[in-house]
């Protein structure tokens, strides 16, 4: 899991000021997780605020030769669908199970080591030299072990706004903290 906290002194000190007056904000938490969700929720339809680096041209084809229409960080919507909003006595949070979301979120630059496998083929070259599909297993190839260097950049959809943390302060004082 993912934790990432929010720095903002302002929300910090409302929200401990509301603490010391009240021994239960379990309602207002589970109004901030909303808030929280929902400003995840836009980072992922705006493709980032700000926007997020551009996919590049090799990613691009890749995804259109696999039928990937989605958006940015959208590919088969796992990552977004994961996301849970959670809360309690006296937290709000969103989080995620998924274990590339880090990279997802921060970035990687560096290289992976790719363990020894096996991959199924399904594909072969026709006469002509063109690939053709097969519904059929066609064979087993063993692949050995390597590392492949990688370069992704970072795509924070664990992001607040200031519009968002606007949202958060404005949720605040309706409860009654202001």
Same mark, same amino acid.
């Given at each position: 899991?993912?934790r990432i906290e929010i720095k903002d002194d302002n929300i910090k000190a409302t929200l401990l000021a509301l603490h010391s007056r009240m $021994?239960? *904000?379990?309602?207002?938490?589970?109004? %901030? /997780?909303?808030?929280?969700?929902? =400003?995840?929720?836009?980072?992922? &339809?705006?493709?980032?605020?700000?926007?997020?680096?551009?996919?590049?041209?090799?990613?691009?084809?890749?995804?259109?030769?696999?039928?990937?229409?989605? $958006?940015? *960080?959208?590919?088969?919507?796992?990552? %977004? /669908?994961?996301?849970?909003?959670? =809360?309690?006595?006296?937290?709000? &949070?969103?989080?995620?199970?998924?274990?590339?979301?880090?990279?997802?979120?921060?970035?990687?630059?560096?290289?992976?080591?790719?363990?020894?496998?096996?991959?199924?083929?399904?594909t072969t070259k026709g006469k002509s030299g063109k690939t053709l599909k097969h519904k059929k297993l066609k064979g087993i190839a063993n692949?050995?072990?390597?590392?492949?260097?990688?370069?992704?950049?970072?795509?924070?959809?664990?992001?607040?706004?200031?519009?968002?943390?606007?949202?958060?302060?404005?949720?605040?004082?309706?409860?009654?903290?202001?």
């Open positions: 899991m993912i $021994s239960n *904000l379990s309602p207002l938490m589970a109004t %901030l /997780s909303g808030d929280l969700m929902r =400003s995840v929720q836009k980072n992922f &339809a705006e493709e980032g605020r700000p926007k997020w680096d551009a996919l590049k041209p090799s990613t691009l084809a890749d995804r259109a030769k696999k039928g990937y229409t989605g $958006s940015i *960080l959208q590919r088969k919507g796992g990552l %977004l /669908s994961s996301i849970q909003a959670q =809360s309690g006595r006296n937290y709000a &949070a969103v989080t995620t199970n998924k274990r590339y979301a880090a990279v997802q979120q921060f970035g990687f630059k560096g290289s992976v080591a790719v363990k020894a496998h096996t991959r199924k083929i399904f692949v050995k072990a390597f590392s492949r260097n990688m370069n992704i950049p970072p795509r924070p959809f664990f992001k607040l706004t200031d519009e968002d943390i606007k949202t958060i302060m404005e949720s605040i004082a309706k409860y009654g903290a202001l």
